[in-house]
């Protein structure tokens, strides 16, 4: 190395000139000069060199940091040649491709590339040196092991060496989360679209000056039924089918209305369609800011609501119908129990405060549970309905008449000014069921019972005033109905007399307290013993003897009548036969059992009857069944079969109080009927009511013509026995004869008989 090595450059400049300097001073020794001179090049060659040396070291530094900007740039460079070969590429379009720059330089850039791309990428190439400005191609890269495919952007321009070789630089920007954003903004547009076009109504984006930026199908077909192009329509085009903004009452423009609140508005308009007719639409129009807040447009949607509206009225007509419905009673359009409630409490509060009077009328309908059983109720309603119909011809609009239910009714009498008032308007109803009730060419002749309470003297409040209203009906039942009864305290105990029984009925027969009386029946002629009746009695343990009309109501409506009538009837079976046995009564003697409605519509009455007689071991020939005419006329066809197979076991079958029912002469034809009882309300004014011997005349001469045996009830004079015998009746029973007694009082009275 130099000894001038370690000098630096100004040292070296500093000596440089004072060799020269030394140099024309002495100039006398070639020597010397030449020796001197030689040093000065000396020195220049180092300075030279120096330079040199500083100039490759900071190339070399220039060079490694453009080494790393081009490997680690953003974007991938490539080098190819004219045929596609990558001569040279930067780390980062390495990493594009997966896979080490080593195994790539040298290869074609197809090889990189997703299949498909080789077309492109020829086509791109061969523009690119074609040209000479820059060229750009989108190329999709191939799929990487981890099976992710990236896309970029090729930049192409032609570039020529030292040597004139052409070979082209390609810059690659990688486009893939741009592409796959751009891609999620379209899939969300389409799927946005595919949302509103599934929607059946119409649907637009409206901008500010009622231009439709997008539509979904049902707008495009509005549009192009109307000829309208719908990449360049407004709003009111495909609305209406107008060529202005909407305006008026008629057409009140939404996009106005948001615009002026800022917020979601509704809006009805009114259309006439194609065929003449006024559809209404219910306009939707929300605002839609931009990232400012200010509105930047609508979207507005619509629909026919037309149906929805008619709906809505039938629904409010309905409402109207169903309230008027949950207040009155559907087949005879007056009040129900409800309403009823609401204007007696409404009247009570009125009475109090003027300290005035008022009346509650409870009414019932005699008998019409035979109407239904004996007819149909459809006959039944009928009934009721014209019933109604009288009713309401009598009273005054401020007053109230109800259906309670089944054949109960009241009213409410107000501004009554004494008690006589209320039986008056009582007087006048009764008088309404004094013309028949003509129903499907049937005349029916029907009575009421009616009660009465009055406020504030027979109670203060609607349950009070109804129930004792409700307790006076049933005593005027009581008295022989189609009458009425005020309410009186007596009729509170009778009540709590009825609701008692009820409850004791239950025990009645495990406690023993069933007996039977029975009464005989009469040969009318002889007057000798032919038959006997078997009569319940109920000996209450609080209340004493009770006869029939006492419990039996109350037995059918308990249910308890099913296990009182299967008593009766082996306890009669079972006494007939002991007398029988003991020769009290001769083997052909009939014993007459009464038969409820309910036993008779039992499905095991003819095995129970079987059972009780092979259980008694009395004959079928010896038993006689006793039905009303309501059970005689209910479904004909059932009820001819089951008397059919009881007559063909050998049990007779009689019609009991017959003519106070609603029996069709044909009927006793069809039916196996063995005998008619007259009903004692027939016999007991018998001869001086010409009525009543005009009616007995025609039963028992009826049933004479029909060969049915006939039996007189209730005969108690000997007027009426030998009325009786004279018209053709055989047999009969009453008080004449002998009363219903306990079996050791018959047993004597048989005794006593056959003594004489």
Known sequence: ????????????????????????????????????????????????????????????????????????????????????????????????????????????????????????????????????????????????????????????????????QAHCLMNLIDTTERRRAEQA????????????????????????????LRMNEAAKRIATMQKIDPEHACCYQISHQVDR??????????????????????????????????????????????????????????????????????????????????????????????????????????????????????????????????????TGDAVLKEVAERFQSLFREDDTIARMGGDEFTVILTHIKKDSNAALVAKKLLNLFKKPFTIQNHKLYLTASIGISLYPDHGDSVDELVRNADTAMYRAKEEGRNTFQYYTLELTARAFERVFLASSLHNAISQNELILHYQPQIELITKEICGVEALVRWQNRDLGL?????????????????????????????????????????????????????QFDHNNLLEEIEQTLTATGLSPDCLELEITETTMMRSTSVTSETLRKLRKLGVKVAVDDFGTGYSSLNYLKQLPITRLKIDKTFISDIPDDLNDVAISKAIIAMANNLLLDVLAEGIETGEQHQFLIQQGCRVGQGYLFARPMPSDQFESFIEQTRQG
């Open 245 to 378: 903004p909407c305006d008026g009452d008629d057409y009140p423009c939404p996009l106005k209305i948001v615009l002026q609140t800022r917020l979601p508005t509704k809006v009805t308009h009114n259309h006439i369609s194609e065929f003449g007719t006024q559809r209404k639409y219910e306009v939707s129009v929300s605002p839609l800011f931009d990232d400012d807040g200010e509105i930047m447009g609508v979207i507005e949607s619509s629909h026919d609501i037309t149906e929805h509206l008619e709906l809505l009225d039938e629904l409010k007509e309905r409402q109207l119908s169903y309230a008027h419905l949950a207040q009155h009673d559907a087949l005879t359009g007056l009040p129900n129990r409800l309403l009823f409630a609401d204007r007696l409490s409404q009247a009570i509060h009125v009475a109090h405060r003027n300290k005035s009077m008022l009346a509650v009328l409870f009414i019932d309908l005699d008998r019409f549970k035979e109407v239904n059983d004996s007819f149909n109720h459809a």
């Open 185 to 212: 903004v379209i899939d969300e547009r389409t799927f946005l679209q595919h949302v509103i076009d599934g929607v059946e109504n119409p649907i637009m984006v409206i901008s500010l000056d009622f231009k439709v």
């Open 1 to 164: 190395m130099s000894r001038y090595s370690n000098l630096s450059h100004s040292e070296l400049e500093r000596m440089l000139s004072e060799s020269e300097r030394l140099l024309r001073a002495d100039t006398d020794t070639d020597t010397d000069y030449l020796l001197h001179n030689l040093q000065l090049h000396k020195i220049e060659l180092e300075i030279q060199n120096r330079d040199l040396m500083e100039s490759q070291k900071e190339l070399e530094n220039i060079r490694d940091q453009y080494a790393e900007l081009y490997d680690f740039a953003p974007v991938g460079y490539l080098t190819l040649d004219k045929n596609g070969i990558i001569n040279n590429l930067n780390i980062s379009a390495a990493a594009m491709f997966g896979a080490e720059r080593s195994r790539i330089v040298g290869r074609p850039l197809s090889t990189q590339l997703a299949p498909g791309m080789g077309r492109l990428l020829f086509d791109h190439l061969r523009h690119a040196f074609s040209s000479d400005q820059k060229v750009t191609a989108d190329l999709a890269l191939k799929t990487t092991s981890d099976g992710i495919t990236r896309y970029v952007r090729a930049d192409t321009i032609v570039h020529a060496d030292l040597e004139s």
């Open 546 to 598: 009770l006869t029939p009309d006492k419990f039996i109501p109350l037995a059918e409506e308990s249910e308890v009548i099913d296990e009182m009538g299967a008593w009766i009837m082996k306890e009669a079976c079972q006494q007939m036969k002991a007398w029988q046995d003991s020769g009290i009564l001769r083997s052909d003697m009939t014993i007459s059992v009464n038969l409820s409605g309910k």
